[in-house]
């Protein structure tokens, strides 16, 4: 069984969707998906559907969906030559719940936390190069927002957030990789819908004032600093991190690209605690 659920729920038997159209047994399935090769228990499934106040017709009703989803399992199963094989082999019930055997299938998921966990790992060991190819192909398994089209419930909303937070730690990191690389030009255009897309993330926000200050635009890195700082103090009532405001005194006082750089004071330096490639301010447009 293959399962894609960083974007639209899409679960296929031999290559066949098994996916339902109705609201109510899609979200069944996706959180049997999310848990594939472990038992979901009924209690959890009925949480999801109906919140804390279940109907009382709430365990009869999830029967029927668990069998709808085994007469689209038992489809495929026919249609893709296997019929030696049931849907109750693939979604089981078990003591307390149902469980989604995946046997040799895919999960975009587990392919993207291993493509991201080596990413992390040549960061670590400064490989960059190595970092952002695999850190991209983790984040190229992405179609859009983790089951965009499933209306979650109390058990998929934190695994759907989960889900997006390791996304955009992926995307940190990898930015983070290229900037490293030199390819601050190359990541302009990027940067600028991301930080618009996250206006509170200092560490993007940081990259792009890194971006922007390495390809000669000193007045809009100072610029984006500065609309930061307004959100966090409008919003949530924070100044910016000391980090992030190091970094912003160091561009303040760095000059455009091609000046003379600054004499170097006690605590002065290439790099910066919390920033990502650290300070980087060298002539190098």
């Not at 940081?206 to 966090?232: D, F, I, K, P, V």
Request: net charge neutral; hydrophobic share 40%; with cysteine.
């Amino acid at each position: 069984m293959d399962i894609d659920v960083l974007g639209t729920l899409e679960v296929r038997e031999q290559g066949v969707s098994v996916t339902p159209t109705a609201p109510k047994p899609r979200q069944v399935l996706a959180l049997l998906a999310l848990h594939a090769d472990h038992v979901v228990p009924v209690a959890t499934l009925t949480e999801e559907l109906w919140g804390s106040e279940p109907p009382r017709s709430a365990r009869p009703t999830l029967q029927t969906y668990i069998l709808q989803l085994r007469e689209l399992i038992g489809a495929a199963l026919e249609q893709g030559g296997e019929p030696q094989r049931n849907a109750k082999d693939i979604l089981m019930t078990v003591p307390g719940g149902y469980l989604l055997k995946t046997r040799d299938g895919t999960s975009d998921v587990r392919e993207f936390d291993r493509l991201a966990g080596a990413g992390y790992r040549s960061m670590d060991s400064e490989d960059y190069r190595e970092a952002a190819a695999r850190l991209r192909e983790a984040l190229a398994l992405w179609s859009g927002p983790a089951l965009g089209d499933i209306q979650a419930g109390l058990h998929l909303e934190p695994q759907v957030k989960r889900l997006e937070e390791s996304r955009l730690c992926a995307l940190d990191q990898r930015i983070e990789a290229d900037l490293r690389l030199g390819r601050h030009r190359e990541l302009l255009a990027e940067l600028t819908v991301i930080v618009s897309r996250y206006p509170t993330h200092e560490s993007l926000c940081s990259q792009y004032m890194l971006a922007l200050y390495r390809s000669g635009r000193r007045g809009e890195a100072l610029n984006a600093y500065q609309r930061l700082r307004t959100t966090l103090v409008q919003t949530l009532g924070l100044e910016p991190s000391s980090a992030l405001a190091k970094l912003q005194r160091a561009i303040l006082v760095s000059g455009p690209i091609g000046a003379p750089a600054p004499a170097a004071g006690p605590g002065s330096g290439s790099g910066l605690a919390g920033t990502p490639a650290g300070l980087g301010l060298t002539r190098t447009a």
